[in-house]
């Protein structure tokens, strides 16, 4: 393949740009692409080749890109408004609409990302409970902001206690945020047990997307419901890769459960810009009278309520999660099968659309610290001969399937992949 154009790009890009466009595309491939145009589940680069796309723009483009009827909603809504800074009737739709496919989900809040959402829910909880620590797990992510960016990806000496995910976290901002390993209950018990009067909130991600998907063992996020409500905190769960993708009712329809709260962004609006918080009523009393503010110019952007109404739609038609299962489970076999011929260590771990590759590993990890033992480096020389392959995937072993993800596009993934673990026995 060439890639005349986008080295240019590349060259250019990290003058005039910092983080050279995207810093964790840039990270373990060479040579950088840039991307002009994609549809359905294809990328192009600017040199012209196309390539199967399992990023997805890190999740939320499930109907892949250019479907007709998200087109259709939104070039019909740009002729009315953009966005109004007011009341708008798609905002009602869209939460009705949320409140009939998200099991227990009561009421809803607007936002337009997740980071932001997820500081609505905290901020929500605060003002709920009237106390001020958070608690959250080693390995998550529920975005960029100083107060939650911790322990997001820890080095082996770092573990077990809170610290800073990058430069500029300053330790007063994340002091009130307490940190613990996932996947054992038994530490949430006991940290709850002794300072659940401190504890607003408990934060995670039902399956550990960003750090490996990670599984929970039976009965723990249940486990972290009880006991939250045993002491009087809320519990979040951040569905931000996990809505509408383990199943339309996203984490809590897959493993029949009912937070307090959960954040949805992503999946929500086919790539459109759009979050939403949703949960318990009486626990949202506390915006309504006054007590904390939830706000954002942007949120309930009339063109971006019109792509999210599309795309639950879509994703509301029938079979979809049957099919997007399907799919990931025939490429984790193929995988998973393609490496043993090739005599290497694979295991693969997630749920339906959103799966993680771990090379080295020979049982599924359970937490972020189980994560580290993997072979990173092995994974960067797949994903770059994958690429060579025309097959576009997330730097850090995770892909996501689309609705556009056909048997046409699984049997070439396959030859792909054939490929590159033979081009690996090889080298
Ligand atoms: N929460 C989770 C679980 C995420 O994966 C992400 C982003 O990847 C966020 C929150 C932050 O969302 P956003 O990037 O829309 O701010």
């Avoid at 479907?67 to 007011?86: D, M, R």
């Avoid at 995670?204 to 249940?222: F, H, I, K, R």
């Avoid at 079979?319 to 011929?341: D, I, P, S, T």
């Amino acid at each position: 393949m060439e890639h005349i154009r986008s080295e240019q790009l590349y060259a250019e890009a990290c003058e005039i740009i910092p983080c050279g466009v995207s810093s964790s595309m840039r990270k373990n491939v060479k040579p950088l692409l840039f991307f002009e145009r994609a549809d359905g589940p294809y990328y192009f680069d600017v040199d012209g080749n196309r390539y199967i796309d399992y990023t997805l723009a890190w999740g939320p483009l499930i109907a892949g890109s250019n479907h007709p009827l998200i087109n259709k909603a939104v070039a019909e809504q740009l002729q009315k408004s953009y966005t109004l800074g007011a009341q708008h009737p798609l905002e009602v739709a869209l939460a009705q609409k949320l409140t009939s496919i998200l099991p227990g989900l009561e009421q809803v809040a607007f936002s337009n990302t997740g980071s932001e959402a997820v500081q609505s829910a905290i901020r929500i909880a605060r003002t709920y409970t009237g106390r001020s620590k958070i608690v959250k797990f080693e390995g998550h992510y529920h975005g960029w902001l100083n107060n939650i960016l911790v322990s997001y990806k820890p080095q082996p000496a770092q573990l077990g206690s809170p610290s800073a995910s990058c430069g500029g976290q300053p330790a007063p901002e994340f002091e009130d945020t307490l940190v613990l390993p996932w996947n054992n209950l038994e530490a949430v018990k006991e940290l709850l047990a002794t300072r659940g009067h401190e504890i607003a909130c408990v934060i995670t991600e039902p399956v550990l997307a960003n750090s490996g998907c990670c599984m929970p063992n039976d009965g723990y996020l249940q486990g972290i419901i009880d006991c939250c409500q045993e002491h009087g905190v809320v519990s979040i769960f951040d569905e931000v890769i996990t809505g509408f993708r383990l199943a339309l009712g996203g984490a809590r329809e897959y493993f029949g459960l009912r937070p307090d709260l959960s954040v949805y962004a992503k999946a929500i609006a086919g790539g459109f810009t759009m979050a939403a918080l949703g949960g318990r009523k009486d626990i949202f009393e506390v915006i309504r009278e006054g007590k904390t503010i939830h706000a954002g110019t942007y949120n309930g952007a009339s063109v971006n309520l019109a792509a999210a109404l599309a795309t639950l739609n879509i994703l509301s038609g029938e079979n979809c999660f049957a099919q997007l299962h399907a799919y990931g489970h025939a490429l984790r076999e193929h995988l998973q099968l393609a490496a043993a011929n090739a005599g290497l260590n694979l295991v693969t771990t997630g749920a339906g659309s959103v799966f993680s590759m771990h090379f080295g590993l020979t049982e599924a990890p359970r937490n972020y610290a189980d994560t580290l033992a993997a072979d990173t480096t092995l994974f960067a020389k797949f994903r770059g001969l994958m690429l060579e392959e025309g097959i576009h995937l997330l730097p850090d072993g995770r892909w996501y399937i689309g609705i556009t993800h056909t048997d046409v596009e699984l049997a070439a993934t396959r030859q792909a992949i054939d490929h590159t673990f033979a081009a690996m026995r090889k080298s």
